[in-house]
């Protein structure tokens, strides 16, 4: 049934799943728990459904308008997860100290297994892989870290800066690999929609203390289960990037010679001469055009058609 919901959706189905979903139930909790309390108020008599259908119709349009307002704000409600956007200066750097200080700690605890069992071991690699290799590329933030080690995965083993040429590699890779990125991404836009979702609910619940008539216990109990969530949510994003990570790596394994292909260039056999290449490219991608960049990118173009050895048919089997 998800197939065929999926096959309908189309490009829509990410959008759905990451974005309305969450929103419909962030809703879904304030029209149960916050909006009983602030009925008597003027403004919320004024527009609050009459029946049950205009309630489920009210519900169904906010969600939808909502989720795509989440989905167009999307890269500054990540920024602001990953420590990069509204973070003073003073909190950025002591959060990448912080976080430097737990990728030594749990490399030292991998650095002597004894007394651990292989799942234990297992466990630490893996928390260790949610940070980017170079340490220069630490964020003040688990997510942000999370995220920037598949950011700069292309860079540190191509030379392929992905955040420079992810619109083209996007285009020529393999259309499966595409949706694996898309699919595992959606996982993390879920929980940092309901995250977000949760922190709005629970502020507005705490705003109808305020009103009259208000169900003091129940918008209590609202914001306190609310706020005890959002770590969770939060901490259930930073897992769903591993997922989001791979498809990641795969996408740049197997889109660097259909990239190098779609750019007229030869994809060289050896990595060192490939990380050259996806230097000039991405040098180029960033720079005015100079004339300098013909004979640069001279050792990778293909030759033309016309210029390519004879191609022969191959000999011809024994007959039957």
Known sequence: MGDIAKSVLGGGWALVAGWVLPAALNLAVFFLAVAPSLRRTAAVARVWPSSASQTA????????LFGIVL??????????LEGYLLWPRGAYSRGCRRQRAG????ASLIARPEGRTPLQRALLNEQLARYPSDDDQLAPTRLGNAIRRFEEYGHNRFRLDTQVLWNELSVAAPEQARRQVESARTSVDFFVALLYGHAVVA??????LTSAGAERPLLVAT?????????????????ATDEWAAA???MVNLGRKPLADALGLVLPQQLAEERTMWQLVTRMS???????????FAPYRAAPAD????????APGPAA
């Open 57 to 64: 119709l009210l519900l169904l349009c906010t969600a939808v």
């Open 71 to 80: 989905s167009a704000l999307q890269t500054p409600l990540y920024r602001i």
């Open 103 to 106: 990728k030594a700690r749990i």
């Open 203 to 208: 502020a507005l619940a705490l705003l109808a």
């Open 223 to 239: 914001a306190i289960v609310l706020c005890a969530l959002i770590p969770l949510w939060y901490r259930s994003a930073v897992y």
């Open 248 to 250: 990641v790596r795969a």
């Open 286 to 296: 960033r720079r005015p055009y100079r004339d300098a960049a013909d004979t640069a």
């Open 307 to 314: 210029q390519r050895g004879p191609s022969h048919p191959p």
